[in-house]
């Protein structure tokens, strides 16, 4: 399944094709405390598109150049979808109609960009060995990017390389300002982060990690090439190069299988295929055929003509979307709000009574309980909704402990409880209205592109913590 790859999925086994969940974190991420998997979401799952923005065929020569490469040299098997934007947006759209299950695309996989296990350096002349010994797989993948960039027309992937966005419109590039107007620390954090370990790789790529003789690129260049592999690559277990080594896999049992997929990871960023946009309406995948040696999409339900076809890039929240996709999906099932520190929150909205943190610290729960919650449309979790009760509560409740507050409390109780998410509520208004329908990507890196990014997002934030308070009868 092609998504976001900071988010762990199950793998699962279909035949003679292997279904690409999400890769493990690629880097280390603040912990966040998520409501429990038993919690039932409290509103349903978004059905597909209904009125989506009309198709504008892509007849640029650029685009057409990278067509011709598609279906000659690079051997892309594609049927029924053509380049198109959709309000200013690069997509698929379905040039006929399109029958549930049938193949849209097939990649062999020597026309993609793939990075297997202990790989040797792909980058000849350009990166030395020990750099790409220690680096991670994005800034290895980034690397291969710029690689067959400099390789100008005698890159075998050079139609396709030529016509990838020159800004992937993610916060990553935003200023201070435009980060700001997020007006969510949680994620604005994540950036920041971000943004100090692409310029940490930067400088060590730049310092020691360059071939003899070779140009390092710029710091924009670099980070170019991650965020669009940060932006196109899916992840899956590693089957081999060669048919023997393929077949051998195949052969092996289940279990087997899916314990090497643990360990041996493969990545692939597939031309054309990277074109699908998002939406969790969508059940289409992106599979691995072992014996095809192909990457291939198939459609999961009927597309009609001058429709936008989708893909879902996994169950991931509107913060991981925004920071790697540069989009914030309207009523994404899967989003939350991350209140980054609970605490500093709540002292916002009254002052706590003497010794109540002291209290909570000294307990089986803990203050950590309370450090980037993330709030489901559902509610809070049970352990973070336990501690917000036991430190809001009177103290003759609170002498009870906290073990007393794993179950609802009085009418009154709970409702301090939804005034304070209130104050959060209210705090998170947008200034205007607006929002998005499926997932894009980000397109431009304007002032005016981000404010809308931004403004996209915030209204998402406040669509959750509406939905909790009015779960919580506030």
């Not at 003759?396 to 209130?422: I, P, Q, T, Y």
Request: include cysteine.
């Amino acid at each position: 399944m092609l998504q976001q790859l900071g988010h762990v999925k199950h793998h699962s086994l279909r035949g003679a094709q292997q279904a690409f969940p999400s890769d493990a974190p690629a880097r280390r991420r603040a912990p966040v405390v998520a409501a429990r998997a038993s919690v039932t979401p409290t509103e349903p799952a978004p059905q597909a598109p209904q009125q989506q923005p009309p198709a504008v065929l892509l007849d640029d020569s650029r685009t057409q150049t990278f067509m011709n490469w598609a279906r000659g040299p690079a051997s892309i098997r594609f049927a029924g979808v053509k380049p198109s934007t959709f309000a200013g947006i690069r997509g698929l759209a379905a040039s006929s109609d399109i029958a549930n299950d049938a193949l849209i695309v097939e990649v062999p996989r020597h026309s993609a960009v793939v990075l297997a296990p202990k790989q040797r350096n792909s980058c000849p002349g350009m990166v030395n060995d020990e750099w790409w010994k220690n680096a991670p797989w994005f800034a290895k993948m980034g690397a291969m990017l710029l690689w067959h960039k400099r390789q100008g027309s005698q890159s075998p992937l050079a139609p396709w390389i030529a016509q990838l966005p020159a800004d992937t419109g993610v916060p990553l590039n935003w200023s201070d300002k435009q980060l700001a107007a997020l007006q969510y620390p949680y994620l604005v954090a994540q950036v920041k982060e971000q943004q100090r370990e692409w310029t940490a790789l930067y400088d060590t790529l730049r310092g020691s990690g360059m071939a003899a003789g070779a140009a390092p690129p710029s710091r924009e260049e670099f980070w170019w090439a991650m965020g669009v592999v940060r932006s196109r690559t899916f992840s899956g277990p590693y089957i081999g190069s060669t048919l023997s080594d393929r077949l051998r896999l195949a052969g092996l049992v289940a279990a087997l299988v899916v314990i090497l997929s643990r360990s041996l990871k493969q990545y692939a960023i597939c031309p054309l295929i990277d074109l699908f946009n998002h939406t969790s309406a969508a059940q289409s995948e992106v599979s691995y055929n072992y014996f095809g040696d192909s990457y291939s999409v198939v459609a999961s339900r009927d597309f009609k003509k001058g429709e936008q076809v989708f893909i879902t890039y996994g169950a991931q929240s509107n913060d991981s979307l925004m920071q790697y996709y540069g989009f914030a999906e309207a009523d994404n099932p899967q989003d939350t709000y991350v209140i980054s520190d609970v605490l500093r929150w709540l002292q916002g909205f009254r002052p706590l009574p003497p010794g109540r943190v002291q209290a909570l610290q000294g307990s089986s729960l803990g203050a950590a309980c309370l450090s980037n919650v993330a709030v489901q449309r559902a509610g809070f979790p049970a352990e973070a909704l336990q501690a917000l009760r036991f430190l809001l509560a009177s103290d003759a409740e609170a002498a009870a402990g906290v073990s007393a507050f794993a179950k609802a409390g009085s009418a009154d109780a709970e409702a301090v409880l939804a005034e304070a998410l209130a104050c959060e509520d209210l705090a998170q208004q947008a200034a205007g209205s607006g929002g998005g329908g499926g997932g894009k990507k980000g397109g431009a890196g304007s002032a005016s592109a981000a404010e809308a990014a931004a403004l996209s997002f915030r209204i998402e934030k406040k669509k959750v913590l509406s939905a909790v308070l009015k779960n919580m009868g506030g």
